[in-house]
């Protein structure tokens, strides 16, 4: 089964707001990325963050994790349309470090 | 630099046929895997090589098979098509150090009918 549920399924902004993603997962990890993948196309790496990091800022860009809650939020500032795709968490489990394991998405559409 | 490689980018087969995706990768990685994604779901692994001559199960590996042929290159095969394996299928590379994100390829749609 899947190691992490994104939270919202789909969400719809307009440009210029910000968005906010969470991601669940279930057991110990050694570090959790967020990934992008527009519509029909491959997914994009965005950031990562490790265990033992709480936060992490990458442009517009910022994730929180809570590993005593096992989750972590994606935040985009100031949304543009380009920002339109598809997000996934993916968790890279403690003793597996060659494997990721992906959540099932939140959806972003942003109206101009 | 290409990046990760897939070949063919569309394909539709007949149950039963058989057929092999091609991935290659430009970038010296030492890991790839083999990925597939049904719609509204997020990305399951079928098989992936953690180094050149070692292939192991992912998730979901029952009717597939892999061979890492060399360090660029991680093949995947259905020997026979079920409708079940209608999907796209993503490889994706990895660096043996940190930092530990993965490259994607472009990713193959297939259709089994």
């Known amino acids: 089964s899947q190691q992490g549920e994104e939270d919202p399924q789909a969400l719809s902004i307009q440009e210029g707001e910000n968005a906010t993603m969470n991601c669940s997962y279930k057991?110990?990890?050694?570090?959790l990325q967020w990934y992008r993948q527009n519509s029909g196309r491959g997914l994009v790496h965005l950031i990562l963050?490790?265990?033992?990091?709480r936060e992490k800022h990458s442009g517009r860009l910022r994730v929180t994790l809570d590993t005593s809650k096992k989750s972590s939020s994606l935040l985009i500032t100031a949304s543009r349309a380009a920002d339109t795709a598809s997000y996934f968490c993916?968790?890279?489990?403690?003793?597996?470090?060659?494997?990721?394991?992906f959540g099932t998405g939140t959806r972003l559409q942003v109206t101009l | 630099n290409a990046g990760v490689t897939q070949t063919p980018k569309f394909q539709v087969l007949k149950t039963g046929q058989s057929m092999t995706l091609q991935c290659a990768q430009d970038m010296n990685h030492n890991s790839m895997y083999w990925y597939r994604q049904d719609p509204g779901m997020g990305l399951r692994l079928i098989y992936y090589?953690?180094?050149?001559?070692?292939?192991d199960k992912g998730e979901v590996p029952n009717g597939y098979n892999v061979s890492r042929l060399n360090k660029r290159e991680f093949s995947l095969r259905l020997e026979s098509a079920a409708p079940s394996q209608t999907s796209v299928y993503f490889c994706a590379s990895r660096a043996r150090d940190s930092p530990y994100e993965q490259y994607f390829g472009p990713g193959t749609r297939l259709t089994v009918t």
């Open positions: 090589s953690a180094s050149e001559g070692t292939t």
């Open positions: 057991t110990s990890i050694n570090n």
């Open positions: 993916a968790t890279d489990y403690t003793g597996t470090a060659s494997k990721l394991t």
């Open positions: 963050i490790r265990s033992n990091e």
